[in-house]
């Protein structure tokens, strides 16, 4: 899946911020089939079922269960064309969502060879704040994170110093 590009830094944020907000008696939908991120998140304690990998844009049932108290949404929102649908949909009251971060000097990514491997939205933290208030949610909690690269050049010097990630604690209102 990451060919040798295991996003270690990204799998520790993410951890360390769930911890705080969420329980292990929670029980958590986690948005997106089966990964190693999941994998971890079962590892450490937590109960996670996956989503089967139906299109959110067009089938929003997965989210309208009562049979689980927390959604997890790990970068998945950007890949959506109407991340507003399912995010308004979902019945769980509490969401756990991160997304890339658009940034100014680097275009929205794309694989030429997986269609499902595309950023539709790239979003800034404000708008994806819009976003979930609109669809009816109150963020509790935030965090922002860099992301550098192994290369040299000006991008990855930006990279250094210009927040990649972005991940909120949200409650329904």
């Known amino acids: 899946m990451y060919e040798g590009n295991f996003p270690s830094k990204r799998y520790k944020e993410t ?29 450490e304690g937590y109960a996670v079922a996956n989503t089967t990998g139906e299109d959110l844009d067009i089938d929003t049932s997965a989210v309208k269960t009562d049979a ?3 959604v997890t949404a790990f970068e998945i929102f950007e890949h959506l064309v109407s991340p507003f649908n399912v995010i308004k949909d979902i019945n769980a009251d509490k969401l756990v969502a991160s997304i890339p971060l658009r940034l100014w000097f680097s275009p ?53 110093f210009t927040p990649r990630y972005y991940i909120v604690y949200a409650e329904r209102e």
């Open 15 to 43: 951890l360390q911020f769930l911890s705080k907000v969420i329980s292990k008696d929670d029980k958590i939908l986690d948005l997106g089939v089966s990964n190693p991120f999941s994998k971890i998140l079962i590892e």
């Open 68 to 70: 689980v108290n927390v």
């Open 108 to 160: 929205a990514y794309r694989s030429k060879t997986d269609t499902w491997d595309r950023h539709y939205h790239e979003f800034e933290d404000w708008q994806f704040d819009w976003l979930l208030e609109k669809a009816g949610w109150t963020i509790k909690e935030r965090h922002k994170w860099t992301n550098p690269v192994k290369k040299i050049g000006l991008r990855p010097l930006l990279r250094l």
